[in-house]
């Protein structure tokens, strides 16, 4: 028991110290770059504080995103593990260091995480270490956190680990009663992204099937148990999404359906860039100007090694390797992406960048492991950590972004730029827009009020609280179809109130994707967001899931002493 702690306590000491050299260019300037994505993970996190001090600890809208519209970005992009960096949030903490914890706490946890994967296949402290320091430090990782700014991508990499655990004990290491490791590594990257998910389960069918899963009912079992309850688990999110996504047109439906993949694919230069550039994707921008996305020279050279050191080609790091190469030139230009359109929900062919980051590391920590002097291990590590440092340095002469005297309220109020620079919606809320039905209206235009069919400001008077909106409709406008400014999300309801009671009001969404419904007579109305009956059905199932599991846990720890 004091070793297993003692273990424990290595590997939590090495991802501290891990996490915040990796953190440093912010905890030496009080200076947050604002990146691709940075503004909508602030948004997230103001959002959730917002709606966690109203008592809705499970928001579906954002109800004062957009100008007031609202926007039910939580309802598609899980905010669960947003919720550290929102409770900060409304204790009054600074919005960047806020920001800055958040990226610091998936880095610890991913610094950890992939010490355990390594050193469970390994068994080799130092080893996995090093390897950690490369797949931390690494020039995909790094672009994710510094220049697209991918909260959710990045945040996926801390379960990415636990996932090829969870795969290795299960299929490889005869251990079929670990298949918890794949349920939190599933869960885990639903409750991250959605599409680092969609990877995930793709690798994880094809190794049960590199594996022959069905002719072991154990194995056959073990893989079902750890979906399955990763599936209830996260049932709350998943099935609402679906719900939703299937209810009307969304932006982000027409962007998977319209990705120019060949123009996202990579050219053989940018395999071999190695510093960090603060650019953007796509063929036409040349190197000064192309974000760097591939893993590093360590961890695309050192598992071509791997068969020298076994030749073990039914092993788990063997596996890795091909795969992980695979992944690797999969989104090579070479390949015939403008013919692959069934993949285009990917957007990008470049994050499959993100599997081979993970699956190389693994044979490159089984060929350290077999090097005889440990000061070997050693030198690696140190330039591995040099080099990462290397390509930190950049951050610093970033001239674009937040301080910790900077609130909230400068970004939407267009204190440090243009709320909605060239969008028809406020795009330092909600970036792409991909949550927005496609009939939205032009929202800068469009100012918050209740109109008639024929868009016509009524003088009816209206307030907002949270996710409720009440109006007050005089015998003038009874009968009237009236349109309210809340972007339509299934799940709104509207009531006519009454003393003592209410009467439901039916309501649809009109020609701009926005709440309408027709008043029968004059009176107080209320329209609020009160989540689908399905949803509701769904956050029931995963707290009894959670809560089963727990028992089951505590129930095994007993039988077992």
């Known amino acids: 028991m004091k070793r297993h702690t003692a273990h424990r306590g290595k590997y939590l000491t090495a991802a501290l110290i891990l996490s915040l050299i990796f953190v440093y260019p912010w905890l030496f300037k009080n200076f947050v770059g604002v990146e691709h994505d940075t503004f909508f993970h602030l948004s997230r996190i103001q959002g959730l504080a917002e709606a966690i001090s109203r008592g809705d600890l499970l928001p579906a809208v954002y109800p004062y995103k957009n100008n007031g519209y609202g926007y039910a970005s939580p309802l598609f992009y899980c905010d669960i593990l947003v919720y550290p960096a929102a409770l900060l949030y409304l204790l009054h903490v600074p919005l960047s260091y806020c920001y800055i914890a958040m990226i610091w706490l998936y880095t610890f946890m991913t610094a950890y995480t992939c010490q355990k994967l390594f050193s469970r296949l390994t068994g080799h402290f130092t080893a996995s270490l090093a390897v950690t320091v490369a797949y931390l430090f690494c020039n995909y990782r790094i672009t994710d956190v510094f220049v697209r700014s991918a909260v959710g991508e990045t945040a996926a990499m801390m379960f990415l680990p ?5 795969l290795y004990e299960v299929l490889w290491n005869d251990h079929p009663e670990r298949w918890y490791l794949l349920t939190i590594g599933l869960a885990g990257l639903i409750w991250c992204h959605n599409l680092t998910f969609l990877m995930g389960a793709v690798l994880f069918v094809i190794m049960a099937f590199m594996r022959s899963f069905w002719k072991d009912p154990r194995i056959f079992k073990a893989l079902f148990y750890g979906a399955f309850t990763a599936f209830l688990l996260t049932a709350w999110f998943t099935i609402p999404m679906l719900e939703q996504v299937f209810s009307q047109k969304l932006y982000v439906s027409w962007y998977a359906k319209h990705s120019d993949l ?97 699956l190389l590391s693994v044979p490159a920590a089984a060929v350290l492991s077999r090097l005889n002097r440990e000061v070997w291990i050693a030198v690696f590590m140190t330039v591995l950590l040099c080099e990462g440092v290397w390509h930190l340095n950049p951050v610093f002469d970033r001239t674009f972004g937040i301080t910790s005297e900077t609130v909230y309220e400068d970004i939407t109020g267009g204190k440090l730029c243009d709320p909605y620079y060239s969008a ?30 024929d868009q016509e400001i009524l003088p009816v008077e209206y307030t907002k609280t949270g ?47 926005l709440v309408s419904f027709i008043p029968q007579s004059a009176g107080t109305y209320v329209c609020r967001y009160e989540s689908t009956f399905l949803r509701r059905i769904c956050i029931a199932v995963s707290l009894l899931s959670h809560c089963a599991l727990i028992v089951y846990a505590l129930f095994k720890k007993i039988r077992t002493g």
């Open 262 to 358: 060949e123009a996202g694919s990579l050219t053989w230069w940018k395999y071999l860039v190695n510093r960090t550039v603060f650019g953007y994707s796509g063929q036409q921008y040349e190197r000064d100007k192309a974000m760097v996305v591939n893993p590093g020279y360590f961890l695309m050279i050192m598992p071509i090694l791997y068969p020298e050191v076994s030749k073990k080609k039914d092993s788990f790091p063997y596996a890795c390797m091909i795969l992980g190469y695979i992944f690797l030139f999969l989104p090579c230009a070479l390949v015939p992406w403008k013919y692959l359109s069934f993949l285009r929900v990917l957007q990008f062919p470049w994050r499959l960048i993100t599997l081979a980051g993970i």
């Open 162 to 166: 636990v996932l090829l655990s969870g």
């Open 424 to 453: 028809s919606y406020m795009r330092v809320e909600l970036a792409g827009g991909d949550y927005l039905p496609m009939s939205s209206p032009d929202f800068r235009k469009y100012e918050p009020a209740v109109r008639n069919i």
């Open 467 to 513: 996710n409720e909106v009440q109006i007050t409709v005089t015998e003038e406008y009874a009968g009237t179809k009236i349109e309210l400014p809340l972007t339509w999300y299934k799940g709104y309801r509207v009531y006519r109130m009454e003393e003592g009671s209410r009467t439901e009001i039916k309501c649809a969404p009109d020609e701009r994707a």
